[in-house]
């Protein structure tokens, strides 16, 4: 698949987006792809100019009526002449890829998210409280289903969730956990603490969140990582070079645009924050 993407980022009637000098046009997750562009009714012909020429070569071949495809910005009647023209499902709003549902707005895209988390976790909870788990049971079957498909959406959603969200999200799980008794934080801290292991019971969504969000700063520490001038393009520009901040390096107006928290990519910064906060009381309780 490289190949082919590479054909699509070299060709110059598929324009993608711009961000400064460099251009984002395909994005690949093994057989499932992503194609951005600027310029549809141009570009569009192009695009499957290589779809054709590379499906003759590999077998290679895109079921055309099972993409979806989502005008962001274009008119209603550029939209129209393309759905004459190419028989891809014409979405109005989201369209699906690997399970997010990609809308019009950062806003919309996590509303939308959020809610049908919500809604199916609300909805498998309520069926397996119908059979008698025991209560390590309910723990591990929260870390087996629950928590893989919350930790997905933490990944590919880096903007802060909608207000309301992780708590409700928190509260769905104590609830099967506990049987549908509201745990006291006045309870023993044992009675919540695996006595052979040291780890705890209770599932913290918030620190799970803040966990998934801090692993992109590793990435930023790595000059190879291929998405980093879209981060770049965002920032404020300045010719100040770059410092260590937080034990890896960002540059000054990277900082400034995270602290600010103008950008979703602030809770990063905020996130790593908290944590070592957490870690001083804990030292300090111990």
Same mark, same amino acid.
Request: glycine share 6%.
């Given at each position: 698949?490289?190949?082919?993407?590479?054909?699509?980022?070299?060709?110059?009637?598929?324009?993608?987006?711009?961000?400064?000098?460099?251009?984002?046009?395909? %994005? #690949?997750? $093994? @057989?499932?792809?992503?194609? +951005? !562009?600027?310029?549809?009714?141009?570009?569009?012909?192009? /695009?499957?100019?290589?779809?054709?020429?590379?499906?003759?070569?590999?077998?290679?071949?895109?079921?055309?009526?099972?993409?979806?495809?989502?005008?962001?910005?274009?008119?209603?009647?550029?939209?129209?002449?393309?759905?004459?023209?190419?028989?891809?499902?014409?979405?109005?709003?989201?369209?699906?890829?690997?399970?997010?549902?990609?809308?019009?707005?950062?806003?919309?895209?996590?509303?939308?998210?959020?809610?049908?988390?919500?809604?199916?976790?609300?909805?498998?909870?309520?069926?397996?409280?119908?059979?008698?788990?025991?209560?390590?049971?309910?723990?591990?079957?929260?870390?087996?289903?629950?928590?893989?498909?919350?930790?997905?959406?933490?990944? %590919? #959603?880096? $903007? @802060?969730?909608?207000?309301? +969200? !992780?708590?409700?999200?928190?509260?769905?799980?104590?609830? /099967?956990?506990?049987?549908?008794?509201?745990?006291?934080?006045?309870?023993?801290?044992?009675?919540?603490?695996?006595?052979?292991?040291?780890?705890?019971?209770?599932?913290?969504?918030?620190?799970?969140?803040?966990?998934?969000?801090?692993?992109?700063?590793?990435?930023?520490?790595?000059?190879?990582?291929?998405?980093?001038?879209?981060?770049?393009?965002?920032?404020?520009?300045?010719?100040?070079?770059?410092?260590?901040?937080?034990?890896?390096?960002?540059?000054?107006?990277?900082?400034?645009?995270?602290?600010?928290?103008?950008?979703?990519?602030?809770?990063?910064?905020?996130?790593?924050?908290?944590?070592?906060?957490?870690?001083?009381?804990?030292?300090?309780?111990?």
């Amino acid at each position: 698949m490289e190949p082919f993407a590479q054909r699509v980022r070299d060709r110059p009637e598929i324009t993608g987006v711009t961000f400064g000098e460099e251009k984002y046009t395909i %994005a #690949l997750y $093994a @057989e499932n792809f992503v194609v +951005t !562009l600027n310029d549809p009714l141009m570009a569009l012909l192009a /695009f499957l100019e290589e779809v054709g020429a590379f499906g003759a070569v590999l077998g290679f071949q895109v079921n055309l009526s099972k993409s979806q495809a989502l005008g962001l910005t274009l008119p209603r009647e550029t939209v129209n002449e393309l759905a004459e023209r190419y028989p891809f499902q014409w979405q109005e709003d989201p369209v699906s890829y690997l399970g997010i549902q990609i809308a019009r707005t950062v806003s919309e895209t996590k509303s939308r998210n959020y809610q049908l988390l919500l809604r199916s976790v609300k909805a498998d909870l309520a069926k397996w409280r119908q059979h008698p788990i025991l209560w390590i049971s309910r723990i591990a079957t929260i870390k087996m289903s629950l928590l893989l498909r919350a930790l997905f959406l933490f990944q %590919a #959603l880096s $903007a @802060e969730p909608p207000p309301g +969200t !992780l708590h409700a999200l928190q509260g769905e799980i104590n609830c /099967f956990i506990w049987g549908g008794v509201v745990r006291n934080s006045e309870w023993p801290a044992s009675w919540r603490v695996n006595p052979s292991t040291g780890e705890t019971w209770d599932f913290n969504v918030r620190q799970y969140y803040k966990a998934m969000q801090l692993r992109y700063l590793v990435e930023w520490s790595r000059p190879e990582s291929g998405w980093m001038f879209m981060d770049r393009a965002v920032m404020r520009k300045s010719k100040s070079q770059s410092v260590v901040a937080k034990g890896y390096f960002i540059s000054k107006e990277q900082q400034a645009a995270f602290f600010s928290g103008r950008e979703p990519l602030a809770t990063r910064i905020h996130a790593l924050t908290d944590i070592e906060k957490a870690q001083r009381s804990w030292g300090r309780s111990n």
